[in-house]
């Protein structure tokens, strides 16, 4: 048997190829799976956006038990749909706490009645996959809390408003299920709630992330809140005249606007803030009035798209 020569050592390590052949298939296997990862997260994000507008169905239909309507979508007094629900939402506190009557121009303002509930985080208002800070000073709330679903009011209108003009949004005579002071029964659904849009994700974006107004071209930024704000707080709750700030879309939305608009310039501003859209890329989230929840493509027909957000139409919308 030979024996090695004394002082010889056999050496076992990895040369300086082989090192790099396995960094390299190592970067390249990171490479491989980081996108696995990054789509297994995005997935368990928009799971979590449906559970939150079926939480939000089941409250509205809770409430509806209870009233036999579904909630308004904004009043006269700056107040809209989420307050209505908090009930619904195990937030009962949260809503006793809140001044829903004109007792003044600071209920929604700093120190104002309502500004503490304004400030209140609830995570069911919220998409995971949405970049959102927890609190924005916006509109004399120092602490305001972005909602990422809106109510729907029409099927056709792509006009925001700032008054009672036909077609708009701010106007009392609209298609869809929540709009001014609305008090709509399933009764009033003559297209089934299985083919009707309740709920809407919107892209909120209250900081100015680069959008751009068609008219203007200027920076504009599209704000969607829950519970209340003080842009749509009547100066006469009698006669229901609105201040030159209303902006409604705050609270609600329109199927008249197209799925994801908001990073084409070359759209009017009013029909972007108008629009449902999302972070998930290419789809956005819809809320029915029979509680479930779809998952609808930017490139669905605008027939179709219309047709889903106007309650009584009398359409055909089997193919969505």
């Given at each position: 048997?030979?024996r090695?020569?004394?002082g010889?050592?056999?050496?076992?390590?990895?040369?300086?190829?082989?090192?790099?052949?396995?960094?390299?298939?190592?970067?390249t296997?990171?490479?491989l799976?980081?996108?696995?990862?990054?789509?297994?997260?995005?997935?368990?994000?928009?799971?979590?956006c449906?559970n939150?507008?079926?939480?939000?169905?089941?409250a509205?239909?809770?409430?509806?038990?209870?009233?036999?309507?579904?909630p308004?979508?904004?009043d006269?007094?700056?107040?809209?749909?989420?307050m209505?629900?908090?009930?619904?939402l195990d937030?009962?506190?949260?809503?006793n706490?809140?001044?829903?009557?004109?007792?003044?121009?600071g209920?929604?303002?700093?120190?104002?009645?309502?500004?503490a509930?304004?400030?209140?985080?609830?995570?069911?208002?919220?998409c995971?996959s949405?970049?959102?800070?927890?609190?924005?000073?916006?509109?004399?709330?120092?602490a305001?809390?972005?909602?990422?679903?809106?109510?729907?009011?029409?099927?056709?209108?792509?006009?925001?408003?700032?008054?009672?003009?036909?077609?708009?949004?701010?106007?009392?005579?609209?298609?869809?299920?929540?709009?001014?002071?609305?008090?709509?029964?399933?009764?009033?659904?003559?297209?089934?709630?299985?083919?009707?849009?309740?709920?809407?994700?919107?892209?909120?974006?209250?900081?100015?992330?680069?959008?751009?107004?068609?008219?203007?071209?200027?920076?504009?930024?599209?704000?969607?809140?829950?519970?209340g704000?003080?842009?749509?707080?009547?100066?006469?709750?009698?006669?229901?005249?609105?201040?030159?700030?209303?902006?409604?879309?705050?609270?609600?939305?329109?199927?008249?606007a197209?799925?994801?608009?908001?990073?084409?310039s070359?759209?009017?501003?009013?029909?972007?803030?108008?629009?449902?859209?999302?972070?998930h890329?290419?789809?956005t989230h819809?809320?029915?009035?029979?509680?479930?929840?779809?998952?609808?493509?930017?490139?669905?027909?605008?027939?179709?798209?219309q047709?889903?957000?106007?309650?009584?139409?009398?359409?055909?919308?089997?193919?969505?």
């Amino acid at each position: 048997m030979r024996r090695p020569l004394a002082g010889k050592r056999s050496h076992h390590g990895f040369t300086l190829v082989e090192l790099l052949v396995v960094i390299a298939i190592i970067a390249t296997l990171i490479a491989l799976l980081l996108p696995a990862v990054q789509n297994a997260r995005e997935a368990a994000r928009r799971t979590q956006c449906k559970n939150n507008m079926k939480q939000l169905g089941l409250a509205l239909h809770n409430y509806y038990e209870m009233h036999n309507t579904f909630p308004y979508g904004f009043d006269y007094h700056g107040a809209g749909w989420a307050m209505l629900i908090l009930p619904q939402l195990d937030q009962m506190p949260l809503y006793n706490s809140i001044t829903n009557a004109e007792t003044g121009v600071g209920d929604w303002t700093v120190n104002g009645q309502n500004e503490a509930a304004c400030s209140t985080v609830l995570s069911v208002f919220r998409c995971p996959s949405a970049a959102l800070n927890l609190h924005y000073n916006d509109n004399s709330i120092e602490a305001r809390v972005a909602s990422n679903y809106i109510a729907n009011a029409s099927g056709t209108s792509v006009i925001d408003g700032y008054s009672h003009e036909p077609g708009s949004i701010g106007n009392g005579e609209q298609n869809g299920i929540f709009y001014l002071n609305s008090s709509i029964s399933h009764a009033d659904i003559s297209d089934g709630g299985s083919n009707t849009v309740a709920l809407g994700e919107v892209m909120s974006d209250p900081e100015l992330q680069g959008y751009r107004c068609y008219y203007t071209h200027e920076l504009q930024d599209f704000d969607h809140w829950y519970i209340g704000s003080p842009e749509i707080d009547g100066d006469n709750p009698v006669t229901g005249s609105f201040t030159a700030q209303s902006d409604f879309s705050e609270f609600v939305g329109s199927m008249g606007a197209r799925i994801n608009i908001q990073y084409n310039s070359n759209t009017d501003a009013d029909e972007r803030e108008l629009s449902y859209s999302s972070f998930h890329p290419g789809r956005t989230h819809l809320l029915m009035a029979d509680g479930s929840v779809h998952f609808i493509s930017e490139n669905i027909s605008g027939r179709v798209r219309q047709a889903l957000g106007s309650r009584n139409g009398g359409e055909d919308v089997s193919d969505f």
